[in-house]
């Protein structure tokens, strides 16, 4: 059964910066897209950045110039570059993989705190 677990959140000031992991195991399981998804407190959960097995980005509005979604195919492995955070970033950042074709399967990571303050 395979699993998302994020790692590399925490607390940073204003400005900084913390680069996000999400590791998949328990199966050699292929996502088609992997991204990155946020909640805030009394929010719904957002779209951070999606990317395709080819490469291909989407990214929020939000996030435009400031962070940046890789992924190791090999490693079955997804990570955000957050750069120039703000406070309006905090929340609880949760990794998601998408695989099928003609229907979509989806599977959470159980997320990690990323806390901005001012």
């Known amino acids: 059964q395979v699993q998302l677990v994020e790692s590399g959140g925490g607390l940073v000031q204003a400005g900084g910066s913390l680069r996000l992991s999400c590791a998949a195991s328990?199966?050699?399981?292929?996502?088609?897209?992997m991204g990155w998804y946020r909640q805030a407190p009394g929010k719904q959960r957002e779209l951070v950045a999606t990317?395709?097995?080819?490469?291909?980005?989407n990214y929020a509005d939000s996030a435009k110039g400031r962070f940046t979604i890789s992924r190791d195919n090999a490693e079955n492995s997804v990570y955000l570059q957050m750069n120039s955070l703000k406070p309006e970033d905090t929340a609880v950042y949760f990794c998601n993989g998408q695989w099928g074709i003609s229907t979509v399967f989806n599977i959470w990571g159980p997320g990690t705190q990323v806390t901005v303050s001012s």
């Open positions: 328990g199966s050699t399981r292929s996502f088609n897209v």
């Open positions: 990317i395709s097995r080819g490469g291909s980005t």
